[in-house]
């Protein structure tokens, strides 16, 4: 296969700033004829800007963008124009319509036509012949909705790949996917390869990536942190590149002071093969008293939804649940919330604040939910706990009656703490706590929720960042896939048991 | 000064009470009588004293719509009718059916409470609709909106029935030998036991957490469908209420123009108070200035000598005015042609 290196598109350069944000920065990304190229990073690293720069979807400021075929450098200003030039795009929901036949979707907007009228024969014809390209036979005059997703992922390819045959970029397609669908959409995949179609897979499955495709690359917070063949990066480094370690610096750093026997507390939480269909798959886990938990895992992998399912903020629908010893019946929050629990949400903006409600009433409203309707707290009272948590946080804002959409993101997570603090839980669940805030903040979190811990209360405490989990968790479960695959005790948290342990697979070898 | 100013300015109620203000001003140049009140057979008469009567239904459903707009970012169209469902209930049980008739069939309390059972329920059918079924609320209202009346037909076989006791007509009249309407002290009763409410539980709080982020108002352990479904049943007692007084003001029932599109004054009244029709925080009192400004509107149009077949249009005219008013974007437009202003005469001097 002589065009097997052929150079079909090359990206150089790309900036790309969004208010505030410099969303990528100096991206080089280059792909060839005949390949599968991974496009990997953490949340905010860039995958999606550079893919919306690519086909038009976004503007860019500086850089150039080549394609095979083109001797100027080209700019998309639309989806339909990159889409002119053979770069298509199949994203994780299908844009197709679900209430037309297989064949007019794949025809639409083009239909061949006989006198002015569509040729449906022709059209039924090619169709099939299409399909049959790519070894799918399935009935080309039902309409789409009748075929499960994948099958209709594997047509708006089809039509993606019919229309222009050059790019193809395949946005994290196989998230909502079961494995054997996965299978057969890899099967697809590697035949458009053999076709010399390039193919951009964006995913976060690590698994899928050594399985089928030929190079890697890796952005890091809007940077190129490199491009990479697939058989010669270990996965573990994979890990370490997307997170931003380097992985030979690592072995290195010692794990430092941490009060090495301070676990077997009365046991707190209990769950019992606890899951929910679809996010995570049943898993067992303990907590106990004055036990600080972290969950680690890639984005995607589970974290945040492992505990969701334990505060019942997601459903779970199959084990259970034990608090103390004591078989807990949790069907809402405020059943978990009754039960000693605490969570503060990943999403600060949609799940945490109440946006136009005062710092008093956001730092209030969950005690008072927990007391109920009738038993409202006096203004005294309200003002009393208020004043006491903006000092003890050292919450900064200018009065405790300002709206908390006012603060900075870093005061707002503060309050949302008090919040929580105020209801005096037992067990109190923290997700991302430091996304997003300054540093100064983030320090006096991790503080803070050391000291809580050695005060008695248990913590969940579930961070992108292992350095900061390393400092303050006395465990780790390591979750992988919406599968919780593992645990590490206090003595095995260091940098590189955890990203062996992300990573998975041949992490042992 | 400058402080002091911007204190008032920022005030919530500020611009509705300005609104009113404009109102009423129109009054003093026009129809100088306007705020005279004059005492006729013990009784309080005058432009300014029918306004607050007149204005009491509409108080008492913008009360209503007001926790509804608040707890779930929509409006409850079907106030007007469920008042005509009330009174129906009302007048077809004290009445006995009949279509016209001069004694109580039925003790007065007993029909005063089937109607504010009715308006409850109906209430609580919304309330089902929009906080359990998820339908929007306008959609969910809107069967009532259309349904109601026909329940009213229904119960009253089509006929205008007619309440001739003397005693029926006191609730949306006069009681002897109290000099204001009774309607007045109604409304104020409504929206005293409400602020109550307000004040000494937590639903205050509950209802604006819920209306400004429901899902986070779940993780801090609220029930938003059971407080949504209380706001829609709340609102369906208040329109309730309202049907009682309509019915007694023309001592009958005619279930096709029984509180005839009250409801989309009540709305108005809620967004005249400066409250945001997009749920989350709300002034209580900011609807019931908003209700009575929509009266005084009313009135004055009437005291010009407006035809009543014109007057929708001149409370179009002047609802769009008070509306621009507080609208936000006015405001910007107007803070950007002020720094603009300064900036040019910034350009000057440097010139």
Known sequence: MENVNKILLTMRHINKNFPGVVALSEVDFTLRMGEIHALMGENGAGKST?????????????????????DHAIVNRSPQEAQGKGISTVYQEVNLCPNLTVAENLFIGREPKKFGMIDWKTMNQKSNEILKNLNISIDVTVALENYSLAMQQMIAIARAIDMSAKVLILDEPTSSLDDGEVEKLFVLMKKLKSQGIGIIFVTHFLEQVYEVCDRITVLRN???????????????????????????????????????????????????????TGTIKPFDLQIHEGEVIGLTGLLGSGRSELARVIYAADKADSGELFVRGKKAVINAPIDAMKAGMGYLPENRKEEGIIADLSVRENIMIAL???????????????????????????????????????????????????????TNPEFLILDEPTRGIDVGTKTEIQKLVVKLAK?????????????????TCNKMAVLRDGCKVGELSESELNQDSIMRAIAGGEADE | ??????????????????????????????????????????????????????????????????????????????????????????????????????????????????????????GAWNG???????????????????????????????????????????????????????????????????????????????????????????????????IQFLTYTFCGICAGIAGMIITSRVYSIDANNAGLNMELDAILAVALGGNSLGGGKFSLIGSVIGAITIQALTTTLYAMKVSADQLPVYKAIVVIIIVSLQSPELKRMLRNAKLQLQNGQQGKKVA
């Open chain 1, 50 to 70: 550079l893919i919306k720069v690519l086909t038009g979807v976004e503007e860019f400021e500086t850089g150039e963008i080549k394609l095979d075929g083109y």
């Open chain 1, 222 to 276: 809007g940077c190129l942190v490199g491009e990479y063949e697939v058989e010669k990066l270990p996965r573990v480094q994979l890990v370490a590149k997307m997170m931003g370690k380097d992985f030979d610096d690592l072995a290195s750093i010692k794990k430092d002071n941490l009060e090495a026997e301070k676990k077997s507390g009365t046991l707190v939480i209990d769950a019992k093969h606890l899951g929910a």
């Open chain 1, 368 to 422: 008072q939910a927990k007391k109920g309707m009738f038993h409202r707290l006096s203004v005294k009272e309200q003002e009393e706990f208020t004043d006491k948590y903006i000092e003890l946080l050292q919450i900064k804002t200018a009065d405790r009656e300002v709206p908390i959409k006012q603060l900075s993101g870093g005061n707002q997570q503060k309050v949302i703490l008090a919040r929580w603090l105020l």
């Open chain 1, 455 to 471: 005060e008695g209360m248990s913590i969940m405490f579930i961070s992108s960042e292992i350095e900061e989990m390393i400092r």
């Open chain 2, 1 to 122: 000064m400058n402080n002091t100013l911007k204190k008032i300015t920022g005030y919530r109620l500020f611009l509705p009470l300005v609104c009113l203000a404009l109102v009423l001003l129109v009054n003093v140049i026009k129809t100088p009588n306007f705020f005279a009140i004059s005492i006729q057979n013990g009784v309080f008469y005058g432009y300014i004293v029918d306004v607050i009567n007149r204005a009491s239904e509409l108080v008492i459903l913008a009360v209503g719509m007001t926790l509804v707009v608040a707890a779930s970012g929509g409006t409850d169209i079907s106030v007007g009718a469920v008042s005509a469902v009330a009174g129906a209930v009302a007048i077809f049980i004290i009445g006995g059916g009949e279509a016209s008739t001069d004694f109580y069939h039925a003790p007065y309390i007993l029909g005063f409470f089937a109607a504010l059972l009715a308006g409850t329920l109906c």
């Open chain 2, 128 to 226: 089902f609709l929009v906080a359990k079924m998820k339908i929007q609320p306008m959609v969910a209202t809107l069967i009532l909106f259309t349904a109601g009346r026909g329940i009213a037909q229904l119960i009253t076989g089509g006929n205008i029935l007619y309440m001739r006791v003397d005693s029926f007509k006191q609730l949306g009249g006069f009681i002897q030998g109290v000099p204001l309407p009774t309607p007045v002290f109604v409304a104020i009763f409504v929206v005293l036991i409400t602020l109550f409410i307000l004040k000494k539980t937590a639903l205050g709080l509950y209802i604006q957490t819920v209306g400004i982020n429901a899902k986070a108002a779940r993780l801090v352990g609220l029930n938003s469908v059971l």
